[in-house]
């Protein structure tokens, strides 16, 4: 998924693209490797405005190349009152070979919003991806945008479908436009297109606006084929489907997978009786389980790497995904939630780059996880981070990125850490591209050791909501940030053993090594102090005993 970060490791050529940023807009572009040759092949970034007659521009940060570029800013709102994003970069791969085709782009960024909050998300990720076909001719675009709210609620975009935004515009996923012969970059897609019915915001009706987009002079893929969607089993029931209708002790009919359940905003787990329900319900109207907004029966491989369990120490949990929640967007559980106590150390499951850290208020503080084979998993409800989470920061497997709570809209539930896995192949489902997790953690073991690293301050910013500090100063009770020893202080001080933590369900243990803390250290110094000062006394008394014994001897006494 982030492309982006392999791009920019190979270095990055001229940043050339649509208007340039406004004045308040820090771009910082690096230029290395060859020189462009020939016309450009692909350009992308975060918006591209589309007038009612007229082709596509990009607005604000954008990249256009035949050879490798980038360009990052910390901000950006062109046009101004239009579309706002943190933490912004974009990168191209240019033509990678002598016919032209094009190599790939990444755009990525943090919170963003259109026309002040009337659509926002917590991120946005936009890839154009070649094709593994044959002659590599084709491409496809991949996009993800976790937390999509209109108006400041969840809402679930699915392709195909259009949602209102006001009585003004309209919001549809994974647009597709082709501009004609004649025009550089023919063939035109977006994460999602807002497509404006009315006037509104200074931009005239019929204006359409490419939120993620990317171009190419070569035309897209044929769109992924869903994979058909497995039977389900019901005894004794009725079971209908577009082509039949049968009665039986047992029948088996394609239909949605059981897995598909109802919104119950009190249920950690529906019961076999709600499943059956909804998939009778659903059998015959949505016989594609991809493209229903609903839970995910797939559970993809992730590719070649190792894999660890999110948790360190003792850590309880059960299968939750797609257990209603009326808080989330299409109102099922995305994940599961691992139950362990305030402070326990969360790790990363694999080697990868973190992004969209911060506060959100649902998931509490949260941050993503990216790996190299574009696969996403998303960490929600921490009570506080360390110095590792940080955006575009690279983490390697089973370091510590922050510490259980339960921020966000967990503050009624124990501590916990709500953990997400998005399979690469199902990013352009965006948020709902979630799968059960249940078989990848039960698979994964925890490490044998961990770094143990301290909390450190809380990403800035005007956040509002349960437990924004109150479960942070918690965390700093148990793992304050310990002083910095003097170098003659040694770590490593022969006879120190770790400290094993058994952990729940027959997990392997997580060995922490055991450091002196502040007060056995303030114990330590007092005792010193204290010996010091009576050995002192008790020369004093001894020299005074001497004197008064010489004086003794000298009277004759």
């Not at 190349?65 to 240019?94: C, H, I, K, L």
């Not at 996009?143 to 108006?151: D, H, K, Q, S, T």
């Not at 394609?254 to 109802?262: D, T």
């Not at 309880?316 to 326990?344: I, M, N, P, Q």
Request: hydrophobic share 40%; proline share 9%; glycine share 12%.
């Amino acid at each position: 998924m982030l492309g982006l970060l392999a791009l920019l490791a190979g270095g990055a050529a001229a940043f050339a693209a649509g208007p340039a940023p406004p004045a308040t807009t820090t771009v910082a572009v690096v230029t290395t490797g060859p020189a462009a040759s020939g016309p450009p092949c692909e350009t992308a970034g975060l918006l591209a405005v589309i007038p009612p007659h007229g082709p596509p521009a990009a607005a604000g940060l954008a990249v256009t190349a035949s050879a490798r570029t980038a360009a990052s800013a910390a901000a950006d709102s062109e046009p101004a009152g239009v579309f706002s994003a943190e933490n912004v970069s974009a990168g191209a791969q240019g033509c990678v070979d002598p016919a032209g085709r094009p190599g790939g782009t990444a755009v990525v960024s943090g919170a963003w919003s259109l026309f002040g909050g009337a659509v926002s998300a917590s991120a946005l990720e936009a890839d154009l991806v070649p094709s593994t076909a044959a002659d590599g001719s084709n491409w496809h675009l991949r996009a993800i945008f976790p937390e999509l709210e209109i108006a400041g609620s969840p809402a679930t975009l699915v392709r195909g479908e259009t949602l209102a935004v006001g009585d003004w515009g309209e919001l549809s996923r994974a647009p597709r436009i082709d501009l004609g012969a004649g025009h550089s970059f023919r063939y035109w897609a977006a994460a999602f297109e807002l497509r404006l019915i009315h006037a509104h915001g200074g931009l005239a009706a019929g204006t359409r606006l490419l939120a993620g987009f990317a171009a190419a002079d070569r035309a897209w893929a044929p769109l992924p084929a869903f994979p058909p969607a497995p039977p389900v089993t019901t005894t004794g029931e009725t079971t209908t489907t577009a082509a039949t209708t049968t009665t039986a002790a047992t029948t088996t009919t394609a239909a949605p997978p059981p897995k598909q359940r109802p919104a119950h905003p009190a249920a950690h787990a529906p019961t076999s009786t709600h499943r059956a329900a909804h998939a009778k319900k659903q059998a015959g109207k949505k016989a594609n389980p991809l493209a229903t907004g609903e839970p995910l029966q797939v559970t993809p491989p992730l590719g070649a790497g190792t894999f660890e369990f999110p948790v360190a120490g003792p850590v309880s949990w059960g299968d939750t995904y797609g257990a209603g929640r009326s808080d989330v967007s299409g109102g099922w559980h995305h994940g599961d939630d691992l139950f362990a106590e305030l402070g326990a150390p969360v790790l990363a499951v694999t080697d990868g780059t973190i992004f969209a850290v911060g506060w959100n208020r649902v998931g509490g503080w949260r941050l993503w996880l990216a790996d190299d084979h574009g696969n996403a998993f998303y960490y929600a409800h921490l009570s506080g981070y360390t110095a590792l989470a940080k955006n575009n920061h690279r983490v390697k497997r089973g370091q510590v990125l922050a510490y259980v709570g339960n921020t966000g809209d967990a503050f009624t539930t124990s501590d916990h850490l709500h953990f997400e896995i998005h399979p690469n192949g199902l990013l352009y489902l965006g948020y709902d591209g979630a799968v059960d997790p249940t078989s990848y953690l039960r698979a994964w073991q925890q490490p044998a050791r961990i770094d143990p690293l301290p909390p450190v301050a809380l990403p800035q910013g005007p956040v509002s909501g349960f437990g924004v500090a109150a479960n942070y100063r918690q965390l700093l009770q148990l793992r304050a940030p310990k002083q910095t020893a003097p170098k003659q202080q040694s770590a490593k001080k022969p006879g120190a053993r770790p400290t094993t933590v058994t952990t729940g369900g027959g997990a392997p243990a997580a060995r922490v090594s055991a450091r002196e803390t502040g007060a056995s250290r303030d114990a330590r110094g007092t005792a010193i102090r204290v010996g010091v000062t009576l050995a002192v006394l008790a020369g004093l008394f001894s020299a005074l005993g001497g004197l008064g014994w010489l004086a003794v001897r000298r009277r004759g006494i």
